[in-house]
């Protein structure tokens, strides 16, 4: 079974945007992933099909209404287990642990968020799990599930041809990744490191290892906090 993805959005015209191309479009035409897109205003009753109401307490901004997006949210997931998911800068941080974890489903299901958020009953009520791809708030929800979508299904089985690819990754073992050079050997008098093309494999394990240690530490000392104990 391939690995299905439904994005409940105001704006559908934003999908699939560039997953429809590269990697991820070509895997789309193979049928390794598929992507459908459910317009949350079809599901408003009233002859304006209005979505959004004004925030419970007063506040800038307005909310979207809880009976229209869990009647959408019902349509997109009757008689489906995929996670239900809703891009919100207030939810869990992203990590690439998540990502695969996603990955080895079936697919999933996202809420993109619009206006100041989504009415908390039907986050509740739905069980919404509440995901933030970083401390900034974008315009809506659509380009956060965009890029969740990206780092799901370029490690889908296949995808990228050599799936050790994905392995060799910042983040996959704890760490920021090592950096990379190619030819030339010299370019504006910067030397690709001698041991690089030593042909020594052990030596170059290690120096790709000190290099993600060093990169981790200057940058994101945080994930050093995250290792095991040796």
Partial sequence: MSFRATILTLYPEMFPSHLGTSLA????????????TVQI???????????????AGGGAGMVL????????????????????????????PLTQKRVRELAAGDGVIIVCGRFEGVDQRVIDGRDLEEVSIGDYILSGGEPAALILLDAIVRILPG???????????SFEGGMLEHP????????????????????????????????????TKERRPDLLEKQPEK
Avoid at 25 to 36: N, S
Avoid at 41 to 55: E, I, L, N
Avoid at 71 to 79: C, G, K, L, T, V
């Fill in 65 to 92: 209404k809880p009976d229209v997006l869990a009647r959408a949210i019902d349509h997109a997931s009757e008689n489906d287990n995929r996670p239900r998911l809703l891009m919100s800068p207030r939810g869990k």
């Fill in 159 to 169: 995808v990228m041809g050599n799936d050790l690819s994905g392995l060799h990754e």
């Fill in 41 to 55: 205003r079809d599901f408003a009753t009233d002859k304006h099909r209005t979505v959004d109401d004004t925030p």
């Fill in 25 to 36: 479009g070509k895997a789309m035409e193979r049928g390794q992933w598929a992507l459908d």
């Fill in 180 to 215: 990379h050079y190619t030819r030339p050997q010299v370019w504006e008098d910067r030397e690709i490191p001698p041991v690089l093309t030593s042909g020594n494999h052990g030596a170059i394990a290690k120096w790709q290892r000190q290099e993600a240690e060093k990169l």
